[in-house]
């Protein structure tokens, strides 16, 4: 999906004096309170990390009224980023006639609202259950728990709420659409394989217009005449 991204970044982190004979835990406790926010400084919500080493045996006591520590460290990080105009994916857990509401990752809130949804999908209700049906292809449904494909409009750092669109063909049903792919390779399999053999004679021979007529061929014209 994209909007995640793996980065190696070079940290800083500030350690109350206090916490010095537990320096390990106290790294983490640390990190652990930027999970599932926003940073500017990593451009994207912090989602997993993992330390890969201190950069100094030494950490530096800082000076101030409160003097801390800052350790130096290098980790792997897991963010979330969502841009506009990337595409991303989540569940549908609640729809109406004019809206969508979807989560992402567990973490954060999309709303596609209906004039970003496609005239091709229609809202219905079936059996009691309220739907959006393609009028095109009777297969593609989209309800309560289907993970679908969205458009990204807008991201909100503050409150992690993006504005989806499924106005693009390549948007709705996560399962429908890669259905639908598998189903279009192989028709395009079967086009080309039908094509290739349109050239080969009934024997198995490639026939070539433009070659002469065999003397076999010649005598049997002959006594056809």
Same mark, same amino acid.
């Given at each position: 999906m994209e909007g995640l991204k793996r980065s190696e970044a070079e940290l800083v982190v500030y350690l109350h004096p206090s916490k010095t004979k537990l320096v390990s835990e106290a790294i983490h406790c640390e990190l652990n309170s930027l999970l599932f926010k926003f940073s500017e400084k990593?451009?994207?919500?912090? =989602?997993?990390?993992? !330390?890969? /080493? $201190?950069?100094?045996?030494?950490?530096? %006591?800082?000076?101030?009224?409160?003097?801390y520590i800052g350790a130096r460290l290098k980790a792997n990080l897991l963010l979330f980023s969502p841009k506009p105009n990337i595409y =991303?994916?989540?569940? !549908?857990? /609640? $729809?109406?006639?004019?809206?969508?509401? %979807?989560?992402?990752l567990g973490i954060s809130a999309c709303v596609i609202t209906g004039e970003d949804i496609r005239e091709e999908l229609k809202f219905k209700i079936k059996h009691g259950e309220e739907v959006f049906r393609s009028r095109t292809h009777k297969r593609h449904?989209?309800?309560?728990?289907t993970v679908i494909r969205f458009l990204v409009k807008s991201f909100d750092e503050d409150t992690l709420h993006i504005s989806g669109s499924l106005a693009p063909n390549c948007t709705g049903s996560v399962r429908w659409l890669v259905k639908n792919?598998?189903?279009?390779?192989?028709?395009?399999?079967g086009a080309e394989k039908r094509k290739a053999n349109a050239?080969?004679?009934?024997?198995?021979?490639?026939?070539?217009?433009?070659?002469?007529?065999?003397?076999?061929?010649?005598?049997?014209?002959?006594?056809?005449?």
């Open positions: 990593f451009d994207g919500v912090l =989602l997993a990390y993992e !330390v890969d /080493k $201190l950069m100094d045996n030494k950490a530096k %006591i800082l000076s101030g009224l409160d003097p =991303l994916e989540g569940k !549908v857990v /609640k $729809l109406a006639e004019e809206s969508l509401h %979807i989560v992402i449904v989209i309800g309560v728990g792919m598998k189903d279009e390779y192989l028709s395009n399999r050239g080969k004679s009934d024997i198995g021979g490639y026939v070539d217009e433009a070659a002469p007529p065999s003397a076999q061929s010649v005598h049997k014209l002959k006594r056809r005449g």
